[in-house]
């Protein structure tokens, strides 16, 4: 079945540290891949999207992702935390030129000061 | 562009009583659908509709759960009798067409709790 595993459920870093986040998608082709934050109270707000073509997909909020086939992975990035990036974050995949998300079950993502 | 809009942000009901949610897509937005996201969890897919018509309803608790989109616009979900287990956010999101590239907007949702 076509999904998207994110194993980590809670994530803490200090401020300005680096971070990444998880994300493994099984699907038979290359799927679309897209990378969501929903902070308390808020809706899901697209950080960036994969396709097809370069594997390093830059985003908003100085986020970036890299796509890797060999390990059927999509996991976000971002060099220096800030306080406002404590939120709950998602990874979705669809299949190539579908439109049905799958998402994984998020990781909340905690920022010590 | 305005956003999603839904409506009401909260709701709080008793078990077996009915509820209704409301959502506007973005105009011209042909692509909808409603997600329902249990606390600690992803959101699911309820129901997707192109204009009016009907694209995926499989994963819609249909005997309890119903959803239309009159007119290809606004669109309605409502649950009747709400259980316990009803309890999440639910989710309306619109896309310009039936393609992922497209990209999804998603409204801010409405919290239910089923007391």
């Known amino acids: 079945a076509q999904s998207v595993t994110q194993p980590d459920i809670h994530i803490t870093v200090s401020e300005g540290a680096s971070l990444e986040l998880r994300c493994n998608y099984s699907?038979?082709?290359?799927?679309?891949l897209f990378w969501y934050v929903q902070s308390p109270g808020q809706g899901l707000q697209l950080l960036l999207k994969?396709?097809?073509?370069?594997?390093l997909v830059q985003g908003i909020k100085g986020f970036e992702a890299e796509f890797k086939r060999s390990q059927s992975s999509f996991n976000l990035r971002k060099p220096s935390v800030h306080w406002s990036d404590a939120a709950e974050y998602f990874c979705?995949?669809?299949?190539?030129?579908?439109?049905?998300?799958?998402f994984g079950t998020g990781t909340q993502l905690k920022v010590e000061l | 562009e305005a956003g999603v809009a839904q409506s009401p942000r909260y709701k709080i009901i008793e078990k077996r009583q009915s509820v209704a949610f409301w959502c506007n897509p973005i105009?011209?937005?042909?692509?909808l659908y409603w997600y329902q996201q249990i606390l600690g969890q992803g959101p699911k897919l309820l129901i997707q509709?192109?204009?009016?018509?009907?694209?995926?309803d499989s994963q819609l608790p249909k005997d309890r759960f119903s959803a239309e989109r009159l007119k290809g616009v606004d669109s309605t979900l409502k649950i009747q009798p709400a259980k316990l287990e009803d309890s999440a956010v639910y989710l309306c999101?619109?896309?310009?067409?039936?393609?992922?590239?497209?990209?999804?907007?998603f409204g801010s949702g409405t919290r239910l709790t089923v007391v």
């Open positions: 999101a619109s896309s310009l067409d039936m393609n992922a590239y497209f990209g999804y907007t």
């Open positions: 699907y038979g082709a290359t799927p679309y």
């Open positions: 994969y396709f097809s073509g370069d594997t």
């Open positions: 979705a995949g669809a299949t190539g030129g579908g439109n049905k998300l799958t």
């Open positions: 105009s011209g937005h042909a692509t």
């Open positions: 509709f192109q204009n009016n018509g009907v694209v995926d």
